[in-house]
Structure formats: C-alpha cells, structure tokens
C-alpha cells in the first residue's frame, strides 16, 4: 500500500483549516464556509488596486480548497495523501465516475508503479557486531595467582567477537536476493560464512526462499524455506537443509505453525529434526502495554521451559522493563532489564543475567538503526551478592551520567540545528504566508467592525486580544523567547451569532494566520468579552476550540 505523505507536507496548505471545517464536514458546511469567505474576499469589493490584487489571490486559494474539497473522488485522494497527491503523475487519467474507494485503489496503483521504479536503487543493510567480555577476575580472583604481584590488576579481557552483515537487492517486485556473512573468533580460533538466499513471493499469501551457504567449519549449505497463510488466522513456516561436510550429509527439517488466538495473542508449534531435535510450544501476548512469553520445550540437548514478561510504559523515551525466567537441563536463569530509546534512532538497552550454574552475566545492546551492537560482559561463574549488585546499579549510574551530560546536550543542540534548518527550507513559505496573512487582515477590516457593531449591541461575543505562537509560562525557560502573533481581527471575523468555533486542525492555516515559530509547539491565546463578562483561554494549536464557555469566566477577585 502507498504510505501516506508527512505531516508536514499535508498542512502546509491545509484546505480544511482554511474553510476552518471538520474533516468529517458535510456538503453543505463546506458550501456555508465557502461562500462566506468568498463575501469577504471577493475582488469585486475592493476598489484600491493593491488591495484588489491581494483579495484575487486569497479568493483564488479559497475557491482551490472548495474544489477540491466537494469533489468526492478529490476529496478520498487529499484526505490520505494531501494536496501533493493530487498532482501525482497518471493521476489525470482516472476516471471520474469512480467512487473514492476506487479512486483510492488506483491511486495507490500509480504509487506502486512509481516505487517500482526505485525498486532498483534500494538495499536493506542489516548488521550485527557482537563482542564477548571475560571480566570475572574482577569477582573470581585466586589469592595464589598474585602472591608474587604487589597491587595486581584484575584482568579483563575479549575472549570472543562475531560480526555478520545482510544485504536486501530487489531483483523484480517479487523476488529479492539476500546477501549476508558472518565472522566469529573465541579464544583465538575463528571461522566465517557466506550465504546467499533467493526469494520470490508467489502470491498475497505466501512465499518461498533458496539458501546457498558456505563455511570454513561446516562445508557447503543447500536450504529451502516455504511461508504460507492457510487461512487469516493460522499459517506455516516449513524449512529443510542439508548440510555438508567431512562426515558426510546431515539433513534438518524445522516446521512451525502458528495461530491467532485472539487480538494479541500468538499460539506456536514448532517441531525440529536434525543435530539438535526438539518440540517446542509458545503462547506469545502483545499489547500496546505489555509483551508476554510463555514456552516449554522437550529435546536432545536441550529441555526447558521459560516464561517472560516485558512491561512497556507509554513515554516518548519508548522505556522497557523486563523479566524471565528459564529453567531446564542445563539448570536455571533469572534475567532481568531495560531499555530505552536514547535519540530518534538509536535504543540502548541492558539485562542482567543470574543462573545456575552460569553465574552473573551483564548484556549491554545497542540498536542504532538497522545495525545491533551486542556487548555480553561473564562477572562471575559464581553467585555472588557482589556480582548481582554492580551488574544492577553499575549500568544505571552510568546511563543516568551520560545522559545528563552528553545525551541530552547532544539532543538539545540536534533539535536547535533540525529546527534551523527547518526554518531556512521554509523560509521563503512562511514569508509568503504571512504576506498572505497581513492582506487578509486588511480585507477584514470592514467585516470585523460591522462584526463587532452587532455584537456590542446585543452584549454579545467580543475577542479583545488574541495571540498565536509560542508562549513561554515555565520559569526554567525565561531564557527562551516566546515567539507569537496578533489574531485579535482573524478571529472576530470568525464569530458568527457570539459564538466561535474553530475545528481540530492546525490553526496556522486560518484566514490571517501564518506560522511564527516552525517546527515548535504552538498555543492560542485569547482574552474575550461576553455579557460584559472578561473570559480568557489558552487551547493547544490542534485543539478544537468552542467560546464563549462559563470554564473560561475570569472572576472578579483574580
């Protein structure tokens, strides 16, 4: 399906904020915002040239949204994709007796084809470099080994690296070749592969993949891999392989079937034969909430079974807290962790691992985009309080100290650098909004003063100052400057019958708005006067907003 367009690109000329309507608005709420702007800015009312050529353009721009707005299959296409989906290319070849459903469809046909254009020039890196840290002299020192050293230091040491990258080339718009590798090395001895896989989707419900592999420790790989869904709710994955080698051929086969319980919850049935067989089943629950495991399997070497729970807080840090438990054969693990996203691409995360008879594990990972970065740091082989209680705090400390002193720093000053460049790419937009803006408050001049007269005479709704932009109210940031216009006379214009409603939209794209502050966050302002009453109300620029309202009365004593 074709992604819609950015925020930014949809607003930017926002045809709904500027007939000031619902999304959901009807034919004849269009029609009535509609001519009533066109009353106010018809040419034709204007006798001083400059003032005539500024009312053409607004009309111009007002009379482009109703267009577009009451014309249902244009409608379909603006609402998902903006104003700049409407000059796609092939977009004039579709029939206009179509319903917007169907116009939807097609458009997104002639999305489709154009990213099959760029199909070529698009790879999907993957990469993950891992490097294992042997720190349990820290914990585990022998008396006997420094007799003879006077202070020693305990030695830490990498005892083993592995590092493997992928690489996505889409051959057509159904089949994609896979290229990947990997290197390992623990304690001086290493290896590597290289594997190359062919995919082909066969249809909307499945796909099939070839695996070509080659390794200085196992020999050459032959596999195959089918995915196919039986029905919307259940489907299956079958992978076989032989692998071959100085002891002959050693075939796997590994099936897997999985089905929708409900919503959010996953069942699994996956059965393997080859070196390593096993039955393994698993409940899997994902909420927006929480993240629930729940699995036990019965093989040679490996029996277990394993529960595990993640609780996800709804921050815009994308913080984690986790926790499970495996027990089997091999003895017990308790783990416990965090994680958490430290800028728009990167997440930093660590867990901490105790078990019997493992020991005290610290695992720090680091995904910075499609690239993982895995540090498994071995404490101790013992369980030590020790262990367990610098493994915990430790991470915590240090993440608390870098980021107060070089995170946030490091965003504060990106944030300041995106929204300057923000600022200089729209530059020369705004400087025609507002241009735009300062003719329409001109053009209301005379609507606003026969507004107002007709208020004042029956104690109506009177807006007596407005302001837009950004206001500073936290006394940590005095510092900053607020950056807000007048819309005193755009908004009385707006007032019809003393009431005033504005819809949830930004309100930067009103008759005599514009931008003052891009990319931050924005409020309106506004002190009014009803019944001879003083109200006041502070709305964010996305808020819908309704006056007069008895919350909004300022008492007399304040």
């Known amino acids: 399906m074709a992604a819609p367009l950015d925020d930014d690109e949809i607003s930017s000329d926002d045809y709904y904020s500027l007939l000031n309507v619902r999304r959901e608005a009807t034919q004849e709420e269009l029609k009535a915002a509609y001519r009533r702007l066109c009353m106010l800015y018809h040419p034709d009312k204007h006798r ?29 296409i603006y609402d998902i994709y903006g104003k700049r989906g409407l000059d796609v290319e092939g977009w004039e070849v579709v029939e206009r007796k179509r319903t917007p459903a169907e116009i939807r469809e097609e458009y997104e046909r002639l999305q489709r084809e154009r990213e099959e254009r760029r199909l070529q020039q698009r790879t999907n890196p993957k990469g993950t470099i891992s490097v294992g840290i042997d720190a349990t002299d820290l914990f585990d020192q022998y008396e006997e080994d420094y007799e003879d050293v006077v202070g020693g230091i305990p030695h830490v040491e990498i005892n083993k690296m592995h590092i493997s990258q992928s690489i996505e080339a889409p051959l057509t718009t159904k089949d994609t070749a896979i ?25 909307a419900k499945g796909w099939g993949e070839l695996e070509f592999g080659a390794g200085d420790s196992h020999g050459p790989l ?64 994902d909420t927006k909430s929480s993240h629930f495991t729940f699995a036990v399997q019965l093989g040679i070497p490996h029996t277990f079974m ?14 984690k807290i986790k926790g499970s438990v495996k027990s089997g054969f091999f003895g017990t693990v308790v783990e416990y962790g965090a994680e958490r996203k430290i800028s728009q691409h990167s997440i930093l995360g660590a867990t901490v691992s105790v078990g019997v008879p493992q020991g005290v594990s610290l695992k720090i990972k680091l995904n910075r985009a499609s690239q993982t970065y895995f540090f498994p740091i071995h404490l101790t082989d013992q369980l030590l309080p020790s262990a367990v209680f610098y493994a915990t705090v430790g991470p915590l400390v240090f993440y608390l100290a870098i980021q107060q002193l070089i995170i946030r720093p490091y965003m504060r000053a990106q944030k300041e650098q995106d929204l300057e460049k923000q600022r200089e790419s729209s530059a020369s937009n705004i400087a025609r909004k507002k241009q735009e803006a300062e003719a329409a408050v001109l053009l209301m001049q ?8 007709a208020e004042e005479s029956r104690m109506g709704l009177i807006i007596l100052n407005a302001w837009y932009g950004k206001f500073v109210m936290d006394n940590s940031r005095k510092h900053e400057r ?13 007032v019809k019958d003393s009431k005033l409603i504005l819809t949830e939209a930004t309100k930067s794209g009103l008759p005599g708005f514009y931008d003052p502050c891009v990319g931050e966050e924005k409020s309106l302002k506004v002190l009014y006067q009803f019944r001879g009453v003083m109200h006041q109300v502070l709305a964010g620029d996305m808020e819908p907003l309704r006056i007069p309202k008895q919350s909004h009365r300022i008492d007399a004593d304040t």
């Open 222 to 285: 032959f596999g195959m891999k089918i995915f196919r869904n039986l029905t919307p709710r259940f489907f299956v994955t079958a992978q076989c392989g032989l692998q071959f080698s100085s002891r002959g051929v050693r075939p796997g086969i590994t099936t897997v079937l999985a089905r929708h319980l409900d919503k959010n919850t996953m069942g699994y049935l996956q059965w393997r034969w080859g070196t390593q067989s096993s039955m393994n089943t698993s409940i899997v629950r």
């Open 482 to 494: 607020a950056k807000v216009i007048d819309v005193t006379v755009p908004l009385q214009c707006l």
């Open 179 to 203: 290229l990947s590798g990997s290197l390992s090395t623990h304690n001086g001895n290493g290896g590597g592969t290289i594997n190359l896989a062919l995919r082909r989707v066969t249809s």
């Open 48 to 76: 001083d040239p400059e003032l005539k050529r500024q009312a053409e353009h607004l009309f111009n721009l007002v009379h482009e949204a109703y267009e577009v707005l009451s014309d249902p299959q244009a409608r379909a």
């Open 446 to 453: 005379e609507s606003v003063r026969r507004i107002i007269e």
């Open 306 to 319: 394993m529960m595990s729970y993640q609780y996800k807080f709804q921050d815009e840090d994308q913080t």
